[in-house]
């Protein structure tokens, strides 16, 4: 190994039961380096950091650590961190009603002569070593008096204290604020001073050029490239996560286009937002509109769609539907004012597997007239008979569960469901994901004509070009903040890409 090389990974292949997880990966980290492991939805970020931490069994490929002889296999995550290896996670995973200092040295506890834990011992040790990271924390506290933030530094420290060679952070600012990120940062710094290599999951790409030297970015699970930060700026960073040659960006102006700005506002949301989840943000929706919401993974686009749905309580601002100010408590209070939301998830979500093809149509519409009032059967067999019929869902029959149906069919009738309590808005968050191309046209085409009879969507998708095609206007997002909006005029591959990255220096 290179003298200043930590880690690495070489060819890395990690197959699912019909999918090709990793294909012949590659990672490299140096010692004081902090590298940013990036890459959208299913990359197999998730994957390659379980093949390093004995998660996941590896099928080819070869791990070599500094100071060990030899490639290594974990055999666990406890195996690993023997190695020097230590991940901490977004949901820090240590026992709240145990002191701060008992957090650190669980397990590895100093013992008196006779065998009993030496708390005093334990004690200093501990607030020693929140001095060495510059930590303001009383170590006989109970952890849970801390808020999330400092309990993920805990939990750092404690890798640390553990003799980490390579320290995996795996989207630790999602739940932080702006003065929790900056304090993370700091303590980061000083790791990477002391020789630590860490690898950085995460989303936020304010953040990856805030604090990071190198950036390897996965696509599909094949190495798209390792390169210095200086080397990527973020334009470049997001056409390489979302595999486009930024310099070859064809611009795709969408059919039919048309200017929705003269018509009636169904939507007009001012200041409303979530903490933690989504800045607040203003947007109006007119009758007869298809409003993209369009970022990367992580930006804020469901989160934006399901503050104005309800489906999370909007904790600011306001909301006017049709003209009216509403306060919307529950999705129900959405649905009962003409609104369905498609969730981005459909497996945890969207469909009830156990249910039939049938029930899964109705049971928005029955939920909106209460559990009091049956939808007759005949009714129901009408209703799901004529979608199934207009939608094209390829079924045995309207009694076929579900579950036995294929991910674009499961999404046809989740459709259908929505579609059955006639909303004046919907929202269809990524409609399209993981079914095949014509399904995914017929999806389109939908959306359009939908808008033609004069219902308003949010469409949200992570293809560019299925965007460009279905909407009249894009709500652009970053690091959970809404900071524009792209026209008709505006709208190209190229518009898209530039609003997404952003300015600064790394622009």
């Known amino acids: 190994m290179e003298k200043n090389i930590v880690l690495t990974m070489r060819g890395i292949c990690m197959t699912f039961p019909g999918v090709k997880a990793l294909d012949n990966v590659d990672f490299t980290l140096r010692k004081g380096e902090i590298r940013a492991l990036m890459g959208e939805n299913g990359a197999g970020k998730s994957t390659l950091i379980k093949c390093l931490t004995g998660v996941n069994k590896f099928e080819a490929g070869e791990i070599h650590v500094d100071g060990i002889e030899g490639p290594i296999v974990n055999k666990d995550t406890l195996d ?71 309990q993920q530094m805990i939990a750092i420290a404690r890798a640390v204290d553990m003799k980490s060679k390579v320290l995996i952070l795996d989207e630790p600012t999602s739940s932080l604020d702006d003065h929790e990120v900056s304090l993370l940062f700091k303590m980061m710094r ?75 506002l169904e939507i007009e949301a001012k200041g409303l937002g979530h903490a933690g989840k989504i800045k607040p943000f203003n947007l109006d929706i007119h009758k007869g509109e298809v409003v993209g ?71 928005a519409m029955q939920a909106k007239l209460g559990i009091f009032k049956r939808i007759p059967m005949a009714k129901q067999i009408e209703i799901a008979d004529q979608y199934i019929e207009m939608l094209s869902i390829k079924t045995a029959t309207r009694e076929t569960l579900i579950k036995q149906l294929s991910g674009g069919n499961q ?39 939908l808008a033609d009879e004069g219902k308003s969507l949010i469409f949200i998708s992570s293809e560019v070009e299925e965007m460009l095609r279905t909407c009249n206007r894009l709500a652009v997002l970053r690091d959970g ?11 190209s591959q190229e518009g898209v890409m530039k609003a997404i990255a952003g300015g600064g220096a790394n622009g």
């Open 481 to 491: 903040e809404k900071v524009g909006e792209l026209n008709a005029d505006e709208m």
């Open 411 to 449: 999404q046809k009738v989740i459709l259908a469901r929505w579609l059955a309590t006639n909303p004046d808005f919907l929202v269809l968050d990524e409609p399209t994901r993981g079914i095949d191309i014509g399904t995914k046209t017929e999806i389109q085409k939908l959306v359009i004509k």
């Open 190 to 264: 000083r790791l990477r001073e002391q020789g630590v290599g860490i690898v950085f999951v995460t989303h936020f790409l304010e953040q990856v050029y805030e604090v990071c030297d190198g950036i390897t970015v996965l696509r599909n699970g094949t190495l798209v490239g390792e390169y210095t930060v200086e080397e990527l700026p973020r334009v470049k960073l997001v056409a390489a996560m979302m595999g486009k040659d930024f310099d070859d960006l064809a611009s795709i102006k969408p059919e039919g286009e048309k200017d929705m700005s003269h018509a009636p």
């Open 80 to 150: 690993a961190q023997k190695k020097g290896i230590s991940t901490v996670y977004q949901e820090v995973n240590l026992c709240p009603n145990l002191s701060v200092a008992e957090n650190l040295y669980i397990g590895r506890e100093p013992l008196t002569k006779i065998g009993t834990v030496n708390r005093r011992k334990m004690n200093e040790m501990a607030a020693q070593l929140m001095r060495d990271l510059d930590l303001d924390i009383e170590v006989t506290q109970n952890l849970e008096n801390y808020s999330l933030a400092l």
């Open 293 to 363: 919401l369009t970022g990367l993974l992580g930006s804020g686009r469901s989160e934006l769609a399901r503050v104005i749905y309800g489906a999370d309580r909007a904790q600011s601002g306001t909301l006017k539907v049709d003209g009216k100010e509403v306060n919307i408590k529950s999705p129900l209070d959405a649905m009962n004012l003409g609104m369905g939301l498609l969730p981005d998830d459909r497996k945890a979500e969207g469909i009830i597997g156990d249910l039939s093809v049938r029930e899964n149509i109705i049971l």
